[in-house]
């Protein structure tokens, strides 16, 4: 888990939330230098998932020391915010302050003004 936590969705890299703190990461198994790592998409159609494989298995590799990392991607169960650490919640929650200058925004642009 520390290696993964080197691992960023490129989504959410600029954030700095890691595969861990989405809440990405199911299983890990290790035997000897086995490692596979079993992990959810948010979404079936991320376009990123091959080059987060091979982030996650030179990660796993370098700083774990694992000869071979097989990650396999589960569809079940499903991702779901419920999933994301406290931390990742803070950092992809807007404090109202600035949503509400966004609103009016837009409630104006729709009223023609």
Request: glycine share 6%; with cysteine; net charge negative.
């Amino acid at each position: 888990m520390t290696a993964l936590r080197n691992c960023y969705d490129p989504c959410c890299a600029d954030r700095g939330i890691s595969v861990v703190d989405m809440g990405l990461i199911e299983n890990i198994q290790i035997d000897g230098r086995h490692v596979q790592i079993d992990m959810l998409l948010t979404t079936g159609w991320c376009p990123f998932v091959a080059k987060l494989n091979l982030m996650m298995e030179e990660e796993v590799r370098q700083t774990a020391g694992a000869e071979t990392v097989e990650v396999r991607v589960l569809w079940d169960p499903v991702w779901t915010m419920d999933r994301l650490s406290e931390s990742a919640r803070a950092k992809l929650t807007l404090p109202m302050e600035e949503l509400l200058p966004l609103r009016e925004k837009r409630l104006a642009l729709q009223q023609g003004g």
